[in-house]
């Protein structure tokens, strides 16, 4: 049977094991994993916690089987916990067990503001500014083109993009490619609209290097493994739709391989995948050292005309089936390897420190 690792699900994907239904987290794939590396997957959500033991589901005789057991040691969390009630079951659920990935979605200007302070990462971050009207007007004095995104959501909802045209009015980019050209007064007015008194950011467009005339970024898998450390376990890319602003593949982004569309900007493929690597572990050891329990992260990076790396964002639960549709089935793999990798290695610490 082997070590037991706790895997934390949302509610809906743990209601959805028993009848095969598990959405984008492939449970298929971490009992592989666990049979290679004799450890037992439980799932469970924060539902089923109790005080000392859970209830949750086996994988065994090729069938989920629904037991109660000892909360595990050690947990990998894949749930988004953004009510009261499940931080208060995850607080208690710490109290006995190790959960890394334990807060996993975070404020995108806090994170920008915690790199911002280590002076060698700063060459990776496009200028961000916390949004006001007023910071809003003197950015388009200063730049020719801004995204301005909700600091709080993901797959790329509510971002828009604002760039200057020759004219002097500006074109608005929002939901579903629509496109509008307005004056200045009338743009802050309309984005402001939209912003009302939810936050949101203000960051510098980075001139995103094109495949077939279109922009595109890079999904880099960060994750600590076997040694604790961070390694970066694959990189794919991700290529807008036409007429979109933004690359999500929740948003019709296409994925490309990097080998197709390096060699596409005659970028070097080794030196691009080292820098890339570099400045991926750096980013993950800064951020680990501010931010605790981190350990499986997807960062969203652009590179810009020049080859040039900056972070776009940082994604706290990474749903890897970028790597899937790429059909890069081994990387798809590793990505589910590495953080059971990293709960045998926590649970190995564990042991020896008592022994």
Not at 23 to 33: C, F
Not at 84 to 108: A, G
Not at 146 to 167: H, R, Y
């Amino acid at each position: 049977m082997g070590h037991t690792v706790g895997v934390l699900l949302d509610r809906k994907i743990f209601m959805g094991i028993s009848k095969g239904k598990t959405g984008n987290e492939k449970l298929s794939l971490y009992n592989q994993v666990a049979k290679q590396h004799n450890l037992t997957p439980f799932y469970t959500s924060l539902h089923q916690i109790g005080i000392t033991t859970a209830q949750g589901y086996i994988y065994t005789k090729n069938k989920y089987k629904f037991v109660r057991r000892p909360i595990p040691k050690v947990t990998h969390n894949r749930a988004m916990t953004l009510s009261p009630f499940l931080k208060r079951k995850l607080k208690q659920l710490s109290k006995n067990s190790f959960i890394f990935n334990r807060q996993n979605r975070y404020d995108k200007y806090y994170i920008y503001k915690l790199l911002h302070q280590n002076i060698h990462l700063r060459d990776y971050l496009p200028v961000s500014l916390k949004y006001s009207e007023k910071v809003l007007k003197s950015a388009m004095a200063a730049y020719q083109s801004l995204f301005i995104k909700p600091t709080n959501d993901s797959i790329g909802n509510g971002i828009m993009k604002l760039t200057k045209q020759l004219s002097g009015k500006w074109l608005l980019f929002w939901k579903k490619g629509k496109q509008t050209l307005l004056s200045a007064k009338r743009a802050v007015s309309v984005i402001q609209k939209v912003v009302g008194k939810r936050t949101y950011m203000i960051q510098e467009t980075i001139a995103l290097a094109t495949y077939k005339g279109r922009p595109y970024d890079l999904r880099v898998s960060v994750q600590r493994g076997t040694s604790g450390r961070w390694q970066v376990t694959g990189v794919v890319g991700k290529v807008a739709s036409a007429g979109r602003h933004v690359t999500n593949v929740a948003k019709g982004g296409k994925v490309r391989r990097t080998e197709v569309l390096f060699k596409n900007n005659r970028f070097n493929f080794e030196t691009m995948m080292n820098d890339i690597r570099r400045a991926s572990i750096s980013i993950m050891n800064d951020l680990s050292g501010k931010l605790p329990h981190l350990a499986d992260v997807g960062l969203d990076i652009g590179i810009d005309h020049r080859g040039h790396i900056k972070l776009i964002e940082v994604n706290g639960r990474d749903q890897r089936y970028s790597f899937k549709k790429a059909k890069m089935s081994a990387t798809f793999y590793r990505t589910y390897e590495t953080p059971l990798q990293y709960a045998k290695y926590l649970l190995q610490q564990a042991q020896s420190s008592k022994s």
